[in-house]
């Protein structure tokens, strides 16, 4: 009887303890662990298990808890609630693994009038087939809980029942209720000897560890193939390099003053093979070839719109077809003055490009005019600088002698200020005790302010623990059930129970997805009829685009002797080729002047590197630009057609 009741005991009190806003239940548990090393294993497993089981059903407990003291346990103690909670999840829960001869054991080790109460109420066949089963249903399964815990407990009743008997017939003898008796301190002395010093534990054997491979070579060595990339690397840089200062060449061999068709001099050629590197190559020009047949995949949106447009262009024809049988007029002579003034745009916008070209060149030399005289007009600058910084020292010098005079001023005195330190040191020493005085007398007064104010914290302590100990004894508000099969009876229209609600609920989800269903069946039929409507349109544009292609074909050959030969020179373009002549000529005698005024050879900047070679890259892309408009350009719109 004792060993049960104290693991009762201990395991109410651990509740009490409990705090579930605060604590988590594992952290709870883990915390609890040391205050059992002084059990029994057993002991210690009984409750730990019983404690858990009580915070995992916590919800579970507190409805039953909670119905007994509204209805059969209004003049019981709430100190008793933990108790209720425990006996309720031992017969809920553990009554099959205890056994019911072990079950009594514990029931009769609590006190008998408060057990023969509480189990009159929670084992009541009626209340657990109703109310309670319906409220444990709000938690978890209807059949879950009808399986695992009504079920047990309605088979356990003819046992329940005579052990209710039990009770009440010892009660009626007049057999001495068990009374818990309040737990009086008992006071301890202190600790004060020395703990002795603990043992050295022996040492554990080191563990031998397997011998690791050793680490491969592999994984300090980069890979072949990235070798072989950076290989590749540079011999695509090396040949790019040599392209480019190719192009430079023959860009530098082009703008050299000749007679048009004379070949370039012996001289001129050495000229420009000694700026080449040693370490650049010549090799052949690259060849690069234009893949046929790419496969090209378009979406709905490119698919309607290039039907759209063939339709439009066959609506066009058909109308243009109808009007010639109407008896409209031809359109040839307008089309053949329209060709001549195309062409004669066309001149002037290559005449205008060269222009644009020629400036850009103009205003290339022009820039390195102004940076040669910006370097003249540095030199100057550089050397008022020199003569202010000489200025500068001396005046520097001039302050630091005047700051060593003034620091042997401030030496001498401090010399002077050091006998008076003596005078000043008792002057701030009786300061300070006059100052420890009243720090002394503020504290004490402090100090009393502080006791008076634990006292009346303790007094009003004292008072709110007793009005709580006299709010405990009070009984509850009664509560009310909650019948879900009933109506309210606000008198509103359309007012249901909640059960009927759930019901209309269900129902109105299953519409809904039957809906769903219906649509998703419409968009799949749309999207087959749309697929099929994109195949016909594809076999059209298949269609079309052969049409086309034949009729480019037709018209390439009818246009392929017309090409007009390029006409005189432009009189702007003379001008400002004859300009750019004239300042080149004025920026290599300037070049001579710095060269022989400087004492060594400036180095050109890599932003002028890299200028002078963005305007070679430039002119080398246009002439090719107009190469091709002239001899390129029909074949690859044929192509593209």
Not at 182 to 200: D, Y
Not at 508 to 526: P, S, V
Not at 556 to 567: H, L, N, S
Not at 578 to 602: D, F, H, M, N, T
Request: proline share 6%; net charge positive; hydrophobic share 35%.
């Amino acid at each position: 009887m004792t060993y049960y009741g104290k693991c009762i005991e201990a395991v109410v009190e651990r509740l009490g303890q409990f705090r579930p806003e605060k604590d988590s239940t594992q952290q709870f548990l883990e915390a609890m662990n040391p205050d059992l090393q002084t059990l029994s294993p057993p002991q210690q497993v009984f409750i730990l298990e019983l404690l858990s089981g009580c915070l995992e059903y916590r919800k579970l407990l507190k409805v039953v808890v909670d119905a007994f003291y509204v209805r059969d346990g209004r003049f019981c103690l709430w100190a008793d609630y933990h108790l209720f909670e425990v006996i309720c999840y031992l017969a809920t829960f553990q009554l099959e693994e205890l056994g019911f001869q072990l079950f009594c054991k514990i029931i009769k080790s609590q006190p008998l009038d408060k057990m023969c109460k509480f189990l009159k109420f929670f084992l009541n066949p009626l209340y657990l087939c109703t109310w309670i089963k319906d409220e444990w249903s709000l938690i978890y399964e209807t059949t879950h809980v009808q399986t695992n815990w009504i079920s047990p407990l309605m088979r356990w009743q003819p046992e329940v029942q005579e052990l209710i008997a039990e009770l009440e017939t010892i009660l009626a003898n007049g057999q001495p209720v068990v009374k818990t008796k309040a737990k009086v301190t008992e006071p301890k002395e202190f600790k004060l000897t020395v703990p002795r010093p603990r043992a050295i534990p022996v040492p554990e054997p080191v563990p031998v560890v397997a011998k690791p491979k050793p680490i491969p070579r592999s994984t300090y060595q980069l890979p072949k193939e990235q070798e072989l990339l950076e290989m590749s690397k540079r011999y695509n840089r090396r040949k790019a390099e040599e392209l480019l200062l190719k192009a430079n060449v023959e860009e530098l061999r082009c703008a050299m003053p000749r007679a048009r068709g004379t070949p370039p001099t012996q001289s001129s050629e050495k000229k420009l093979h000694i700026q080449v590197p040693a370490r650049i190559r010549r090799t052949p020009t690259l060849t690069f070839y234009r893949p046929d047949n790419i496969p090209v995949k378009l979406n709905t949106a490119a698919i309607l719109r290039e039907g759209a447009l063939y339709q439009r262009q066959v609506e066009r024809e058909l109308e243009r077809v109808d009007k010639l049988v109407d008896g409209a007029g031809d359109f040839s002579e307008f089309l053949e003055w329209q060709r001549k003034m195309q062409m004669k745009d066309q001149e002037e916008r290559r005449a205008a490009e060269e222009c644009r070209r020629l400036q850009g060149k103009l205003s290339h030399e022009e820039a390195i005019l102004a940076r040669q005289n910006l370097v003249q007009e540095n030199k100057q600058k550089a050397e008022q600088k020199k003569e202010e910084a000489e200025a500068l020292r001396q005046l520097c010098e001039q302050r630091r002698l005047q700051e060593q005079r003034s620091m042997k001023q401030l030496v001498t005195q401090v010399a002077e200020a050091q006998k008076n330190v003596r005078v000043a040191q008792m002057r701030l020493a009786k300061g300070r005790r006059q100052i420890a005085q009243e720090v002394m007398e503020k504290s004490r007064e402090l100090l009393q302010q502080s006791a008076q104010e634990v006292r009346e914290q303790q007094r009003q302590r004292c008072e709110l623990i007793s009005q709580l100990r006299a709010m405990e004894t009070q009984p509850p508000h009664p509560g009310k059930l909650v019948d879900l099969t009933q109506i309210p009876g606000h008198r509103l229209e359309g007012e249901m129970s909640i059960v009927e609600l759930r019901e209309r609920l269900a129902l109105l989800r299953e519409a809904q997805q039957r809906a769903q269903e219906e649509k998703r069946d419409q968009i799949i039929q749309g999207k087959r009829a749309r697929s099929q409507e994109l195949q016909d349109t594809m076999e059209r544009l298949s269609m079309c685009r052969a049409a086309m292609g034949r009729a480019a074909a037709l018209r390439w050959e009818e246009k392929k002797g017309q090409v007009a030969d390029p006409g005189p020179q432009d009189e702007r373009v003379l001008e400002l080729r004859r300009r750019i002549a004239e300042k080149a000529a004025q920026r290599r005698g300037q070049a001579a002047v710095l060269r022989v005024s400087a004492p060594r050879p400036v180095r050109p900047k890599p932003r002028a590197q890299l200028e002078v070679q963005h305007w070679l890259e430039l002119e080398q892309s246009r002439e090719r630009k107009l190469q091709s408009g002239q001899q390129g350009g029909p074949a690859r719109r044929l192509e593209a057609a």
